[in-house]
């Protein structure tokens, strides 16, 4: 194998395993909560129930932390942090967003390289043909 086709091999081999693992990573950390399923269902039912308390009493009650007009003495619920959802991904969180369109981009311009060089070699040959006759 030739020089001019070594490096690009090892730089495919080499971003191809960045990606790999920053794939694996996220989605293994997206996988691997103890009890996903369970903060999706909760997340549900707590925003539904919000949204029937707030159309049950039309409009009497306040929209901060669900208290109601009526009771100004009640102490305002903490509300729980919602679980990460699949409409925010850690992929766009955590930077590895980044690192896969730097991956993509260097592939890209990897094999756009090696079209060029090809191409430069096949003129070469063409016009050494050309010549010689």
């Known amino acids: 194998m030739r020089c001019s086709m070594l490096i690009p091999s090892v730089l495919l081999v080499l971003l191809l395993a960045i990606f790999n693992v920053t794939v694996a990573e996220s989605v293994n950390n997206m996988l691997t909560s103890d009890n996903l399923e369970e903060q999706i269902v909760h997340a549900y039912f707590e925003k539904r129930a919000l949204g029937d308390a707030a ?9 901060t932390n669900g208290t109601t007009a009526e009771d100004p003495t009640a102490s305002p619920v903490k509300k729980a942090k919602t679980p990460a959802s699949l409409a925010s991904p850690a992929v766009l969180q955590d930077g590895t967003l980044f690192y896969i369109g730097t991956a993509v981009t260097c592939l890209l311009w990897v094999t756009g390289k090696v079209i060029d060089v090809k191409m430069d070699r096949q003129e070469k040959y063409a016009e050494s043909l050309i010549h010689s006759i």
Do not use: L
């Open 55 to 63: 159309t049950a009493t039309n409009g009497t009650a306040t929209a």
